[in-house]
């Protein structure tokens, strides 16, 4: 980067702080009291999260300085007005981070997320280039129809392949995929689809998708996650098809595969010990990215491992950690009561808002419809690249993705697929708010729950809302 580069990038942030801090000075007169500042019933955190959002979408080739200074000002709001948070309780829990380590079950604050996140980012980017270097990617042209089916059939595989994996990795495979058969030129239409279709794979799977994984670890039933699936299979069809004949129309699949090419089994080998150990170590230990580098200095005994793709993951990493960090310091207090226009909501929300933090507002709430809240929230995410870690991940192999208004424009029928995937599966299968380990639809133990009260003999017959039961009281 030279040096007159450098002295733009330091001009604009300071810019944008001197925006930021601006927009804070009038908050402060809602201050005088003990209380967090509002304006109207609307908390200031979420005005804040706001502009960090409005930013990232405005100035799309600066998403890390706008991150990094929108947590800044986040973080410094929160020190300085609101008396109950607590930095180290927040992010370290108040267990000894010992315990915490040795036990997942006592597992508190927000570092497991973040250090879970980091691994995983940058793992699965080191995984796409060992992916593209065993050449298995250059000989898929001879199995791909050469119509608008071939575009099709990978996203389906994509879709299979992210209800097991981890739908980063999903994703980061179907584009590495792609940019091989397409001869480097993937239309971002055919690329948001990519990314929605390794979230519609990963709805219904405890081990498909990050936000399923956290409600699986919050005592969520992996039958209660399952139906998503029914959503998903409808968006699918609907996204498929658009993204494929983008793709199609922009350009066609080559013919046929460069001849003489050799598979390189001992990467495929490391790639499966990726995989796997992701998985064993999300089930074992609740943290997936643990067995991603245990995998991968292993692999390192086999294989050359391609680390300079750290260096190149970095800054999207960075910024998607800022996004979640901004996140979970938002009043959880303030979200609406469950129910299947919330979970619609939230789908909707989950666009601009990153879905791992909103899960995790979700599940300290309590009495959602896991699945159809899992759908929404990880589907959801695929209408803007920043909603969902894949999008980020993917737009640090295909930057040109970061443009919001691009992706809107050409991916509109992520968009329409979401709507439509939710109200077949809300028409379908109804609303069935579950328990999670902490909160339970009868006689929920937490305290000031509104279903603390409830038992089973006064709870309506058939499809229940949270504002039926809530109404009771």
Not at 20 to 35: D, K, R
Not at 329 to 352: C, D, I, K, R
Not at 437 to 458: D, Y
Request: aromatic letters at 12%; a neutral charge; glycine letters at 10%.
């Amino acid at each position: 980067m030279t040096f007159g580069k450098i002295r733009l990038l330091e001009k604009f942030s300071r810019k944008i702080l001197l925006l930021f801090l601006f927009a804070l000075i009038p908050f402060t007169t809602f201050a005088s009291s003990g209380n967090v500042p509002t304006i109207g019933p609307v908390r200031i955190e979420f005005i804040l999260f706001g502009l960090v959002l409005l930013g990232v979408a405005i100035f799309h080739k600066h998403t890390f300085w706008v991150a990094i200074i929108g947590l800044t000002v986040i973080l410094t709001f929160k020190l300085i007005f609101d008396p109950g948070f607590n930095f180290m309780e927040h992010m370290f829990g108040e267990l000894p981070l010992r315990e915490q380590f040795l036990d997942k079950e006592m597992r508190q604050g927000e570092w497991g997320i973040m250090l879970n996140l980091l691994g995983l980012l940058l793992g699965f980017a080191i995984l796409s280039k060992i992916f593209e270097e065993s050449r298995v990617p250059d000989i898929l042209p001879n199995y791909l129809p050469d119509d608008w089916k071939g575009p099709f059939l990978l996203l389906a595989f994509v879709f299979i392949m992210s209800a097991f994996l981890d739908n980063i990795a999903a994703a980061l495979i179907g584009g590495t995929i792609a940019l091989v058969v397409f001869k480097n030129k993937v239309h971002i239409g055919y690329l948001a689809a990519i990314v929605a279709a390794s979230n519609a794979g990963g709805a219904g799977s405890v081990v498909g998708d990050t936000t399923t994984t956290m409600m699986w670890i919050a005592g969520v039933s992996a039958l209660d996650v399952l139906h998503a699936f029914v959503a998903s299979i409808f968006a699918f069809a609907f996204f498929a098809w658009f993204g494929a004949h983008q793709q199609h129309k922009y350009q066609v699949i080559q013919k046929d595969s460069v001849s003489g090419i050799k598979i390189d089994w001992r990467r495929i080998a490391v790639v499966a010990m990726i995989l796997v150990g992701a998985i064993l170590s999300n089930i074992l230990y609740d943290m997936p990215a643990l067995g991603v580098w245990i995998a991968l200095l292993l692999g390192a005994l086999i294989i050359k491992i391609p680390w300079k793709e750290v260096p190149g993951s970095i800054l999207g990493t960075v910024f998607l950690l800022c996004l979640v960090m901004c996140a979970s310091m938002m009043p959880v207090e303030e979200l609406p009561n469950a129910s299947w226009g919330t979970s619609f909501a939230l789908g909707l929300l989950s666009s601009v808002f990153d879905n791992i933090p909103l899960t995790k507002l979700c599940i300290d709430q309590g009495h959602y419809d896991w699945g159809l809240l899992a759908y929404a929230v990880g589907f959801g995410g695929s209408m803007i690249w920043f909603g969902s870690s894949a999008g980020v991940a993917i737009t640090n192999k295909f930057p040109e993705g970061r443009n919001v208004v691009r992706w809107l424009k050409n991916g509109w029928h992520v968009a329409v697929a979401y709507v439509i995937g939710f109200f077949a599966m809300y028409l379908i299968l109804g609303w069935h708010p579950t328990d999670n380990k902490e909160h339970k639809i009868i006689n929920c133990p937490v305290p000031g729950c509104p279903m603390a009260n409830h038992t089973e003999a006064a709870l309506p017959p058939g499809t229940v809302d949270y504002h039926e039961l809530t109404a009771q009281e």
